[in-house]
């Protein structure tokens, strides 16, 4: 898996669109962030339900491990790009896309005072 091949599987879910946070490319639906690309170009992440991340990590401990702290309590999910098969990769997109697709649309931040 490469990063450009997991760009692609990504932005083929309906309605998905690329976007930037914290510096790196990252994938929404419905508001939501269920996917991104880390700068090291070896790591990507995805946000799945915490039963669906211990499957996947239990399934496929040289490619999943949980994210740090409660971002990973929560379901992010790492995925080590040249450990997973792209059916895998495929798989973990699509269960974060519909995961994000489910849940309520995404309120905007207001900006705080200066």
């Given at each position: 898996m490469t990063?450009?091949?997991?760009?692609?599987?990504?932005l083929a879910l309906p309605e998905a669109v690329e976007g930037s946070h914290h510096g790196h490319p990252d994938f929404r639906a419905g508001g939501r962030v269920f996917a991104s690309l880390h700068a090291d170009?070896?790591?990507?992440?995805?946000?799945?339900?915490?039963?669906e991340q211990a499957r996947l990590c239990a399934?496929?401990?040289d490619a999943f491990v949980p994210a740090n702290g409660a971002?990973?309590?929560a379901g992010c999910t790492l995925?080590?790009?040249?450990?997973?098969?792209?059916p895998v990769a495929e798989e973990a997109?699509?269960?974060?896309?519909?995961?994000?697709?489910?849940?309520?649309?995404a309120r905007r931040r207001r900006p705080r005072p200066t």
């Open positions: 990063p450009a091949r997991f760009r692609r599987l990504a170009g070896a790591t990507g992440m995805v946000r799945v339900s915490p039963s399934d496929h401990p971002w990973g309590r995925v080590r790009l040249e450990a997973v098969a792209p997109l699509l269960l974060a896309w519909q995961a994000a697709i489910a849940a309520p649309a």
